[in-house]
T-cell receptor
Framework: AAGVIQSPRHLIKEKRETATLKCYPI?????VYWYQQGPGQDPQFLIS???????DKGSIPDRFSAQQFSDYHSELNMSSLELGDSALYFC???FGQGVSPLHFGNGTRLTVT | QKEVEQDPGPLSVPEGAIVSLNCTYS??????FMWYRQYSRKGPELLMY????GNKEDGRFTAQVDKSSKYISLFIRDSQPSDSATYLC????????????FGPGTRLSVLP
């Protein structure tokens, strides 16, 4: 079965650079979530979109922005990168506005040097 | 106090053992409960999903929810070395699928 696709798998950036992470949800899933996971930590919710509109916002820094496009894929844009932004970034998708379990991609590992 | 508590382990068991993983939570508004398995450098993989008190079984896995005690469990029967991973419980407050809250995860090692 098709899963959530994230690209790139690995990304190395320098401080103050920008990065763009992409997420392609499971077909027919209309809700996308972004999470940040530090080493040994549980995933921390950043932001979510339902039907191309922002539906919820968590601990996402102002330096980050995201959007969901007409084909339901989503991009997380990160600017003025800091060393502390180094983490695994996961995208998850689900179907519908009602409760539906999240299905995660394998993440993008961002390293800021 | 975190909303969801989970023993981080590590938990080591011999192959074939029954494993019990647990989470407690403080917010009685949580209605939907999930268990995820996460291998190193991979995304969390959904194992079980339930919204009612009681037991739900799927193969070697049984999820148990006790809303009155705010306690959920995941049992793994006949554990295998391939079950070695971090297990995260997750729960959701409301009917709109937002605000999923994760436990910190329990690292499990099944020794051959």
């Amino acid at each position: 079965a098709a899963g959530v696709i994230q690209s790139p798998r690995h990304l190395i950036k320098e401080k103050r650079e920008t990065a763009t992470l992409k997420c392609y949800p499971i077909p027919r899933h209309d809700t996308v979530y972004w999470y940040q996971q530090g080493p040994g930590q549980d995933p921390q919710f950043l932001i979510s979109f339902y039907e191309k509109m922002q539906s919820d916002k968590g601990s996402i820094p102002d330096r980050f922005s995201a959007q969901q496009f007409s084909d339901y894929h989503s991009e997380l844009n990160m600017s003025s990168l800091e060393l502390g932004d180094s983490a695994l970034y996961f995208c998850a998708s689900s179907f519908g506005q009602g409760v539906s379990p999240l299905h995660f991609g394998n993440g993008t590992r961002l390293t800021v040097t | 106090q975190k909303e969801v508590e989970q023993d981080p382990g590590p938990l080591s068991v011999p192959e074939g053992a029954i494993v019990s993983l647990n989470c407690t939570y403080s917010n009685s508004a949580f209605q939907y409960f999930m268990w995820y398995r996460q291998y190193s450098r991979k995304g969390p993989e959904l194992l079980m999903y339930t919204y009612s008190s009681g037991n739900k079984e799927d193969g070697r896995f049984t999820a148990q929810v006790d809303k009155s005690s705010k306690y959920i469990s995941l049992f793994i029967r006949d554990s295998q070395p391939s079950d070695s991973a971090t297990y995260l419980c997750a729960m959701c407050r409301d009917n709109y699928g937002q605000n999923f809250v994760f436990g910190p995860g329990t690292r499990l090692s099944v020794l051959p």
